[in-house]
């Protein structure tokens, strides 16, 4: 069955983004007079929790408050988020930028005429800040299907995501390559009986990706070959389109892409 979309994760895949949501999360708790910070060890471990809304809700779980603070701080949730979507905007448009191979992937199966899709927990306002600061305006209208944030209810590592992203598509699971930058991301894209591409970030390197049928330290570029050890499944010293399609028919003649 030949390859006709690729379905990309956003936050840690399309761009390394997890420290700038971290950034927001802590100004945003200033800004509605929360004293709480999130330092990198203590966002490396809520990051297990998948939805910014959900994190949050986990946190506040953490601090124990008696049941009136308790259900004060619930009801603020979805203010302090929503400010927190606003201030990761503001960030990313200053600094926003695609991981390495992320773009010359993307514009080598628009050339090949393969379709393109996002499946991510992340809010769209955070999807369209990201495109527009890497891409440009009309990057939106590359992705044929965006499937993201409360748009499914389970939420990663739940297969829903993937799912609605194929059925947006209109493709079966066989015809599509998800791409991922963590295990509950692979999980969801393996469960959905996608191939899946790892390319994990430094919030991720230690999870478990034994379940993604190609782990690279990233897709690599004609100008940032992947070192040899990072590549061993690879013909090519960068992930480039030709590799992928080869890898993706090569798994189903293999029958491991069920
Ligand atoms: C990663 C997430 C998101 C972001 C924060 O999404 O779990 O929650 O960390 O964004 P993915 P929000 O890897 O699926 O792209 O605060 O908008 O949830
Ligand atoms: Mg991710």
Same mark, same amino acid.
């Given at each position: 069955?030949?390859?006709?979309?690729?379905?990309?994760? &956003?936050?840690?895949?399309?761009?390394?983004?997890?420290?700038? @949501?971290?950034?927001?999360?802590?100004?945003?708790?200033?800004?509605?007079?929360?004293?709480?910070?999130?330092?990198? !060890?203590?966002?490396?471990?809520?990051? @297990?929790?998948?939805?910014?809304?959900?994190?949050?809700?986990?946190?506040?779980?953490?601090?124990?408050?008696?049941?009136?603070?308790?259900?004060?701080?619930?009801?603020?949730?979805?203010?302090? @988020?929503?400010? *927190?979507?606003?201030?990761?905007?503001?960030?990313?448009?200053?600094?926003? *930028?695609?991981?390495?191979?992320?773009?010359?992937?993307?514009?080598?199966?628009?050339?090949?005429?393969?379709?393109?899709?996002?499946?991510?927990?992340?809010? !769209?306002?955070?999807?369209?800040?990201?495109?527009?600061?890497?891409?440009?305006?009309?990057?939106?209208?590359?992705?044929?299907?965006?499937?993201?944030?409360?748009?499914?209810?389970?939420? *990663?590592?739940?297969?829903?995501?993937?799912?609605?992203?194929?059925?947006?598509?209109?493709?079966?699971?066989?015809?599509? &390559?998800?791409?991922?930058?963590?295990?509950?991301?692979?999980?969801?894209?393996?469960?959905?009986?996608?191939?899946?591409?790892?390319?994990?970030?430094?919030?991720?390197?230690?999870?478990?990706?034994?379940?993604?049928?190609?782990?690279?330290?990233?897709?690599?570029?004609?100008?940032?070959?992947? !070192?040899?050890?990072?590549?061993?499944?690879?013909?090519? !010293?960068?992930?480039?389109?030709?590799?992928?399609?080869?890898?993706?028919?090569?798994?189903?003649?293999?029958?491991?892409?069920?």
């Amino acid at each position: 069955m030949t390859l006709e979309a690729l379905i990309f994760d &956003v936050d840690g895949t399309l761009a390394d983004t997890e420290e700038f @949501h971290r950034q927001a999360f802590n100004a945003a708790f200033r800004e509605h007079g929360l004293d709480w910070h999130w330092n990198r !060890p203590a966002y490396g471990e809520l990051l @297990h929790t998948t939805g910014g809304k959900e994190r949050i809700l986990r946190y506040i779980d953490s601090l124990g408050e008696p049941a009136e603070r308790d259900a004060a701080l619930r009801a603020q949730v979805p203010l302090v @988020h929503r400010s *927190k979507t606003r201030l990761f905007g503001e960030i990313v448009a200053r600094t926003g *930028k695609l991981r390495t191979g992320v773009e010359r992937l993307l514009r080598e199966a628009r050339d090949k005429g393969l379709r393109l899709a996002l499946a991510s927990t992340t809010t !769209p306002a955070n999807v369209e800040a990201l495109l527009n600061s890497t891409l440009g305006d009309g990057a939106l209208g590359w992705f044929d299907a965006m499937v993201l944030g409360d748009q499914v209810v389970n939420k *990663k590592p739940a297969p829903d995501v993937y799912l609605a992203a194929l059925a947006r598509l209109g493709l079966s699971a066989q015809r599509c &390559v998800a791409f991922e930058d963590s295990s509950h991301g692979v999980k969801a894209a393996r469960a959905a009986g996608l191939y899946t591409v790892a390319t994990p970030t430094f919030w991720t390197v230690d999870q478990n990706f034994s379940a993604a049928q190609l782990v690279l330290p990233s897709l690599g570029d004609p100008e940032h070959h992947l !070192p040899d050890e990072g590549r061993r499944a690879l013909r090519v !010293p960068y992930l480039d389109l030709a590799e992928l399609v080869r890898l993706h028919a090569a798994s189903l003649t293999e029958g491991k892409a069920a």
